[in-house]
């Protein structure tokens, strides 16, 4: 999936948190890294590297496949990318993902 995405996509990065309960705040995500993340094809690393990676970008666009697995605390959410005023847009779609702009 990871890999057909990034290939029709714009995608640069993508960012997946393997085990945490949707309820957790995302900057309390992946504190302890999980193995199963160096397993998987394709992806740029857990919920802390994409704090890293944001950190670092001048601007980004958030994408979230499956908002429901990100977070069912909304106004976490909003919060995370308030924190992050270089995310310009964020959509509800299917999976995590950073687009960088150019």
Known sequence: MITGLKSRSLVEYVYVTVSCNAKTPMNRRDLKKNMII?????????AQDLIKELAKMGKA???IID??????NMSDLESFIREHRNIKKSSLILLLMIIKYM
Not at 38 to 46: A, M, R, T, W
Not at 67 to 72: D, E, K, N, Q, Y
């Open 38 to 46: 160096s397993k998987l094809s394709g992806v740029s690393g857990d």
């Open 61 to 63: 666009c958030l994408v």
């Open 67 to 72: 908002s429901a697995g990100l977070t069912t």
